[in-house]
């Protein structure tokens, strides 16, 4: 079955169910991008985990789900437990498996011959309101440049343009899709992580949540964001392990029962070698 034809089974299956794609976000443990893209085709090989987890919102299984549209589907592939007990990796993304913040800050001087200092503390003003989806992208562009009395631009090709991709912890991150349940954690404007996604920013391996601030409408360290997250990871919270560069955030996390551990983008070989350590495998462990 092509993405377009399974679209179409899973959204004839929800209205069936008497269920808005709201509803049944919040039964599977899915954003509301991520169901509409599926049920659109946008998502080429949806994991069957995703899929899994709206057969269980439906009260069906797999293969009743699928019905006559083909041959039963596979058992989701078991992944390990750490010797630490970790099953579940959340990844930050600004600061940890990309940077962007200073050669964007500096461009954008140039560009305007403001200081890079006024730029970024303009930035900060309004970044958080606009990762809590407070603000649209437009909006966040026409406050910035009010803020610094220029005309209005478009913050979010400064941003990609800036990209610097973390190598170590990119190749850590697809390492461990391989061996462990991964998700995004991240507090980011509107439409990037799709776009970080389209472009190939981000390695191409299966994330089994992405857990989007400008969706979810809450930013880290606030509690209700990790508590969203654990929902969606569906593992005990000692079960999860949060990789991030904010101090605040790991302290947040840790308070929900989470395991944490700080990556340093200046020292990233040393941080990616802890992680590995606390990612070691439990000898024959299988989730």
Same mark, same amino acid.
């Given at each position: 079955?092509?993405?377009?034809?399974?679209?179409?089974?899973?959204?004839?299956?929800?209205?069936?169910?008497?269920?808005?794609?709201?509803?049944?976000?919040?039964?599977?443990?899915?954003?509301?991008?991520?169901?509409?893209?599926?049920?659109?085709?946008?998502?080429?090989?949806?994991?069957?985990?995703?899929?899994?987890?709206?057969?269980?919102?439906?009260?069906?299984?797999?293969?009743?789900?699928?019905?006559?549209?083909?041959?039963?589907?596979?058992?989701?592939?078991?992944?390990?437990?750490?010797?630490?007990?970790?099953?579940?990796?959340?990844?930050?993304?600004?600061?940890?498996?990309?940077?962007?913040?200073?050669?964007?800050?500096?461009?954008?001087?140039?560009?305007?011959?403001?200081? $890079?200092?006024?730029?970024?503390?303009?930035?900060?003003?309004? +970044?958080?309101?606009?990762?809590?989806? @407070? #603000?649209? =992208?437009? &909006?966040?562009?026409?406050?910035?440049?009010?803020?610094?009395?220029?005309?209005?631009?478009?913050?979010?090709?400064?941003?990609?343009?800036?990209?610097?991709?973390?190598?170590?912890?990119?190749?850590?991150?697809?390492? $461990?899709?391989?061996?462990?349940?991964?998700?995004?954690?991240? +507090?980011?404007?509107?439409?990037?992580? @799709? #776009?970080? =996604?389209? &472009?190939?920013?981000?390695?191409?391996?299966?994330?089994?949540?992405?857990?989007?601030?400008?969706?979810?409408?809450?930013?880290?360290?606030?509690?209700?964001?990790?508590?969203?997250?654990?929902?969606?990871?569906?593992? $005990?919270?000692?079960?999860?392990?949060?990789?991030?560069?904010?101090?605040?955030?790991?302290?947040?996390?840790?308070?929900?029962?989470?395991?944490?551990?700080?990556?340093?983008?200046?020292?990233?070989?040393?941080?990616?070698?802890?992680?590995?350590?606390?990612?070691?495998?439990?000898?024959?462990?299988?989730?």
């Amino acid at each position: 079955m092509d993405e377009v034809s399974l679209g179409r089974l899973l959204q004839d299956a929800r209205k069936k169910a008497g269920l808005t794609q709201q509803e049944l976000c919040q039964k599977a443990g899915l954003s509301y991008s991520t169901l509409a893209k599926i049920e659109r085709g946008a998502i080429k090989a949806p994991s069957i985990f995703t899929i899994q987890s709206i057969a269980g919102a439906l009260s069906t299984n797999l293969n009743q789900l699928m019905g006559d549209f083909g041959p039963p589907l596979p058992t989701p592939t078991l992944k390990k437990r750490s010797k630490s007990g970790v099953r579940f990796v959340y990844f930050d993304i600004n600061g940890c498996l990309i940077r962007f913040f200073h050669p964007a800050f500096t461009r954008l001087a140039e560009d305007t011959g403001l200081s $890079a200092d006024i730029i970024e503390t303009a930035f900060w003003h309004l +970044n958080e309101e606009t990762c809590r989806g @407070d #603000r649209t =992208m437009s &909006e966040f562009n026409d406050a910035f440049a009010a803020r610094l009395g220029i005309e209005p631009i478009d913050w979010q090709s400064y941003y990609f343009e800036a990209i610097d991709p973390v190598t170590e912890m990119q190749e850590l991150l697809a390492w $461990a899709s391989e061996n462990y349940q991964i998700g995004l954690l991240s +507090n980011i404007m509107p439409g990037f992580i @799709d #776009r970080l =996604m389209r &472009e190939g920013v981000l390695p191409r391996v299966h994330y089994d949540q992405i857990v989007d601030s400008s969706v979810e409408k809450t930013v880290k360290p606030e509690p209700k964001i990790f508590q969203i997250a654990q929902e969606r990871a569906g593992v $005990a919270p000692e079960e999860i392990l949060l990789i991030d560069d904010s101090r605040p955030n790991l302290m947040a996390a840790e308070k929900q029962g989470w395991k944490v551990i700080w990556f340093d983008d200046y020292r990233p070989d040393i941080s990616v070698e802890r992680v590995r350590v606390a990612l070691e495998p439990e000898q024959g462990s299988i989730s």
